[in-house]
Nanobody, 124 residues
Framework: QVRMVESGGGLVQAGGSLRLSCAAS????????TAWFRQGPGKERDFVAL????????TYADSVKGRFTISRDIAKNTVYLQMNRLNTEDTAVYYC?????????????????WGQGTQVTVSS
């Protein structure tokens, strides 16, 4: 069993920054592909970023490229999402998820374990 616990959400003005954290337990982050997804009001859950188990492969959704950075601390078994230059379109509940298979994918159905989500609200 893998448990993912997000933190770091909140209210921020447009142009500001936030850093989300996802603490994993049950498996090491070096043994899973970890991703961030988000679901805005009235929208579907969308892929944001992922880091592979090796850490050698990272990819982002086009909408966040150049603004968001995914990283991880193996010692803390935690994955982060640094979000800069936030805009109102980034308002969403952000989820981290673990994919325990060998496949690296941005598709949500590939992810076995999900956190409870953390709300990010960007005001104009």
């Amino acid at each position: 069993q893998v448990r993912m616990v997000e933190s770091g959400g909140g209210l921020v003005q447009a142009g500001g920054s936030l850093r989300l954290s996802c603490a994993a337990s049950g498996r090491t982050v070096s043994g899973i592909t970890t991703a961030w997804f988000r679901q805005g009001p009235g929208k579907e859950r969308d892929f944001v970023a992922l880091v592979s188990r090796s850490g050698n492969y990272i990819t982002y959704a086009d909408s966040v490229k150049g603004r968001f950075t995914i990283s991880r601390d193996i010692a803390k078994n935690t994955v982060y999402l640094q979000m800069n230059r936030l805009n109102t379109e980034d308002t969403a509940v952000y989820y981290c998820a673990a994919n325990t298979s060998q496949t690296i994918s941005p598709r949500s159905e590939r992810y076995d374990y999900w956190g409870q989500g953390t709300q990010v609200t960007v005001s104009s």
